[in-house]
C-alpha cells in the first residue's frame, strides 16, 4: 500500500507531467511506425515487434519535457524524440546478441525469435536510420551530440564485455560503464532541445548533467531490480546480469564483506554462468546482510539528488517540477 | 602465362595508377591505423587483426584516384578513403556474423576468433567512427551520401537474407540485391571527389554511374570466383555462398537448363546447406555444360565495358585511363 510520502506525490507529478506529454509522445510512436513501415519488409516485422513489446519510454518523455521547458513550439521535438528511441533500442537489440538474452520485456528477445543474423541487421538498420533522421534537419550540432552518444553506448558495452567474468571490477568502473552504456543518451535525451535554437543554448549543460546523473540513478536501480525483483515483472530471468558473467554495483559493494567461500560462490556463478553451486535466494540474502542493496540504494539516491538539484537550476513551471521528480519515479519503480 | 592483350595491358596501366596512388593509400592505412589505437583496448585488437588481413584496397583506391582526376589538391582524400574502407570493413564484419563465416582472407574470421559479441560490437565501433569522422569535416552533402550508401547495403544484406534458401530467385533479384550491397559504396567512393567542391560537381553524376557498374561487374566476379576458384587462393571454401543458400548469378543463369534432378541436387545444397547428394565437381561441371559460368561472365564484362565507357567522359590523363582500365583489372583478379 502506498502512502502519501514526499517522494509519492513526485512521482505522482511526473505521471501528471507524462499525460501532459501524452499527445506528443503519441506523435512519436506513429513517427516510428511510419519509419518501421518504410523499411524492408523482415525490418518491418521484426521492427514492429521489438517496438510493440512496450518499454517505458523514458527517454523521449524526457526529450519532450525538456523542450516544453526551454519554451520550443516547432515539431522537432517529436522527430529527435523518435530517434533518441530507435537507438536506444538499436542497442538494445545488439546487447541481446551479446547477453545472449532469450527473454526481453517479458517476450522472447528478437534475436532468439529471428537468430542473430537478421537481429544484426535490424540493429543496423535503427542505426543508420537514426542518422539519417538526424542529416534530414541540417543540424551538425544535434548530430556529432548524438554520434558521441552512440558512441559512448558502444565503447561502454565494449568495456563491459571486457569485464565480464571479472570479480575484481572497481566501483569506477561500474560507474564508468554505467556512464556511458546508459547515462550519456539520457544526457543526450534532455540537452537537444537546448539546440533548437540559440536562444536555448544557456540550458544545454545544466539539462544534459540532469540527464547523466538521472541516467545513473536508473542504471543502478535497474541493476538492483535484476537481483532483487520477480521474473514476472522484470520480463526476464533474476540475476540475468550474474550469470551473464556482470557483476553490478550491489555485489561489488558486497563482495569485500563476504567471507571467502562465499565469494568464491559467487565467483563461481559468474565464471558458469548458472546457480548450481548456490541458490538465487540464498545470494539475495547474503546482499541483504552485507548491507549492499541498501548501499547501493543510497548511491542511486544520491545520484536522483543531484539530478532534482540540478533541476531546480532550470526555469520555475510545471515541465521543472516534473523533471525535478523524475529521480522518484526512476526509484520507485519496480520493473 | 599471361599474353600482352589489350586486357592486359589495361590492368597493368590500372597497376601503374596504383602504384602512383600507393603513397596517399600508405597515409589512409596509417589514418585507420590512428583511428583504431584511440579506439578502446578489445577494438584495437580485433580492428588491427581485422585490417592486417589485407583486401585489395581497392574502394580507397578508386576514391585516391577520382580525388586525382577532378583534380583535388587537400587533405581530405585520406579522411574519405579511411572512412569508406572502415565502413566496408564494417559491413564485412557484421556479414560474417549473419553468414556463419568460419574464414575470411584465408584466416579465422572475426566472429569465429572472438564471438559474435565482440564482433557485432565492432562493427558498430567501425560504423559509429565513420560517421564521426565524416561530421569532423562539416559536409553534410557528402554525409547523406554516405548514409545513404550505408543504407543500401543493409537493406541488400536484408534482402539477400529474405532470399536465402531459395532457388526462385530472379536475375532482377540478384541484380538488386548486388547493386545495394556492393555497388552504390563503389558508387559513393567515386563520387565523393567531386563533392570535395563545387568546381567538381559536373563529375559527380558520371563518376557515381562509373562506380556503380564497377562494382556490379565486382560482384559478379566474386560471385563466380567462389564457384570456380581454389580455396587457397580465395581464402574461404568453394561454394560458400551455395553453402549459406544463396544462389548467385551464375546458378540462376544455370537452373532453367538443368534437368529436374539436377535443380533438386542443388535445392537440396542450398537448404541442406552442404554437399552431401553432389559433389562441388559435379555441380562445376552442370555449371560449365550449361554454358552459365560463360553467360556470368559476359554480364560482368558488360558492366565493366559500362563503367569504361562512363571512364570514357571523364577529363583525359592518366587517372581517367586507370578508371577505364579498373574493370580489366576487376575481370582478371582470381581471388
Chains 1, 2 share one sequence.
Not at 519488409?41 to 517496438?51: A, K, L
Not at 539546440?195 to 536555448?200: E, G, K, Q, R, V
Not at 541493476?223 to 555485489?251: A, H, I, N, W
Request: proline share 4%.
Amino acid at each position: 500500500m502506498r502512502t502519501q510520502s514526499p517522494q509519492g506525490s513526485r512521482a505522482a507529478l511526473l505521471r501528471q507531467a507524462m499525460v501532459s506529454v501524452a499527445p506528443r509522445l503519441k506523435l512519436v510512436e506513429t513517427f516510428i511506425a511510419k519509419e518501421l513501415q518504410a523499411g524492408p519488409e523482415p525490418i518491418q516485422q521484426t521492427g514492429s515487434y521489438v517496438f510493440s513489446a512496450g518499454g517505458k519510454r523514458l527517454r523521449p518523455t524526457l526529450l519532450l519535457l525538456a523542450s516544453r521547458l526551454v519554451g520550443y513550439q516547432g515539431e522537432k521535438d517529436v522527430r529527435y524524440a523518435a530517434l533518441i528511441e530507435m537507438l536506444h533500442t538499436a542497442t538494445l537489440v545488439h546487447d541481446d546478441i551479446i547477453d545472449h538474452a532469450s527473454l526481453r520485456r517479458g517476450r522472447a528477445s528478437a534475436n532468439s525469435r529471428w537468430g542473430n543474423q537478421l537481429t544484426v541487421l535490424v540493429g543496423d538498420w535503427l542505426y543508420t536510420r537514426s542518422m539519417e533522421l538526424a542529416l534530414e534537419v541540417d543540424d551538425l550540432e544535434i548530430m556529432r551530440l548524438l554520434s558521441r552518444a552512440t558512441m559512448q553506448m558502444i565503447e561502454g558495452e565494449v568495456l563491459g564485455l571486457s569485464l565480464k567474468g571479472r570479480t575484481d571490477i572497481t566501483v569506477e568502473q561500474y560507474l564508468e560503464i554505467a556512464r556511458r552504456k546508459t547515462a550519456e543518451l539520457f544526457a543526450a535525451a534532455c540537452a537537444i532541445p537546448a539546440l533548437f535554437s540559440p536562444a536555448f543554448a544557456a540550458f544545454q549543460s545544466i539539462l544534459a548533467d540532469y540527464g547523466r546523473n538521472l541516467g545513473l540513478c536508473f542504471q543502478i536501480v535497474d541493476d538492483l531490480l535484476d537481483l532483487t525483483g520477480d521474473q514476472d515483472q522484470l520480463g526476464k530471468p533474476v540475476f540475468s546480469d550474474l550469470r551473464e558473467g556482470k557483476l553490478t554495483l550491489p555485489l561489488i559493494l558486497a563482495l569485500p564483506k563476504l567471507a571467502p567461500e562465499q565469494r568464491r560462490a559467487v565467483a563461481e556463478v559468474a565464471r558458469e554462468g548458472s546457480f548450481t553451486a548456490l541458490r538465487p535466494q540464498e545470494l539475495q540474502e547474503w546482499l541483504v546482510q552485507a548491507g549492499a542493496l541498501a548501499e547501493a540504494r543510497d548511491v542511486a539516491l544520491s545520484f536522483g539528488e543531484k539530478a532534482a538539484t540540478l533541476a531546480s537550476q532550470l526555469p520555475p513551471g510545471f515541465e521543472r517540477d516534473a523533471l525535478a521528480a523524475a529521480p522518484w519515479f526512476v526509484l520507485e519503480r519496480d520493473h
